[in-house]
């Protein structure tokens, strides 16, 4: 965001289509087509409110809290605190400091709580994909389709969160309605999948028959997804889950892209080589891995701040 009004001034913005696999300088391994975005939002309006953020955020302040630990995002954090004449503190990740456990509490939507004990009758080897795209991310009807079919084409069981509104034109827009699944899903698959409306998100991600998480990269389901030691297949929808992708994917090694375009035999082949694919073990490992850092980093996160606070 910092960086923001110099890429439009040095060309990159708005994004034109021959950049968009260029490599953006100063942001690695970010590319064109990874920066922040708002489909329907112009690079003039979009500049104007990044700046906003940028002058609130030295104007009137004497320091700046991050949900973020420095073992994923060391560069970054040096980047932001050479730029800004202000303390960074790097306390994430958040939901591991709080005194409850239970996603339930702080959840927008009730979940549906029969999901656990779904989990616990499945093989406990890493065999379910967890499928979600958050609270507020949208898709449209034929990408719904084809996401289903390509989840009944892998063979792969899967536990699907199909929330209210998730599908336009069937209740969007803090819309009651459930989208009808495709004619025909529920009997290709039987019981090898189970949906929801919603799922306590956290205690699924630390359920031992979850294998990997099919997820729109924002910011909380990412850190959830880490600290459960889960790796990821990613399909960002708007705004930084552009870029929040990039970094699970290549700068982190832990996930893979679901591909741009949704199409049901290539979500099958990607499924089924993060579930039971040579890539798979590799990147569970590399979670496992940030898991620990994510642990370790939380035992004095908080150290820093408290004792810059008490100093103000």
């Known amino acids: 965001m910092l960086a ?3 890429l439009r001034d040095a060309g990159y913005l708005p994004v034109k289509e021959e950049q968009l696999d260029e490599a953006v300088p100063d942001l690695e391994p970010l590319r064109v087509r990874d920066l922040i975005r708002v489909d329907g939002c112009g690079v003039d309006e979009m500049c104007s409110f990044v700046a906003g953020v940028a002058d609130a955020t030295g104007a009137s302040v004497s320091g700046i809290v991050i949900n973020t630990f420095e073992a994923i995002e060391a560069s970054e954090l040096a980047k932001i605190r ?10 994430g990740p958040l939901h591991l400091l709080s005194s409850s456990q239970d996603s339930a509490e702080q959840s927008l ?15 406990a080897a890493r065999s379910v994909l967890y499928v979600s795209l958050g609270s507020l991310a949208c898709v449209d009807r034929g990408v719904f389709e084809e996401m289903a079919w390509g989840l009944a084409g892998s063979g792969v069981p899967f536990l699907w969160v199909v929330r209210p509104g998730s599908v336009t034109g069937t209740g969007g827009g803090g819309g009651e309605e459930v989208p009808p699944l495709p004619d025909g899903f529920n009997e290709e698959v039987r019981n090898r999948g189970k949906i929801v409306t919603w799922a306590p998100q956290r205690e699924v991600l630390a359920h031992a028959a979850i294998g990997a998480f099919w997820t729109h990269c924002g910011w909380n389901s990412i850190l959830e997804s880490v600290c459960g030691g889960v790796p990821m297949l990613v399909q960002p929808c708007f705004a930084d889950q552009m870029v929040n992708a990039r970094y699970v994917t290549r700068e982190w090694g832990v996930g893979m892209e679901v591909g741009e375009e949704i199409e049901r ?5 990607v499924v089924t080589k993060v579930m039971v694919g040579e890539d798979g073990p590799l990147m569970r490992e590399k979670a496992r891995r940030l898991q620990m850092q994510a642990s370790a980093a939380t035992s004095s996160a908080m150290d820093g701040l408290v004792q810059y606070v008490l100093s103000l």
């Open 82 to 91: 050479r730029e800004l004449p202000l303390p960074a503190f790097a306390i």
């Open 109 to 123: 939507y009730t979940p549906d709580l029969s999901c656990l004990a779904w989990l616990d009758a499945q093989p």
């Open 4 to 6: 923001y009004p110099r």
């Open 265 to 269: 035999e290539t979500v099958a082949k």
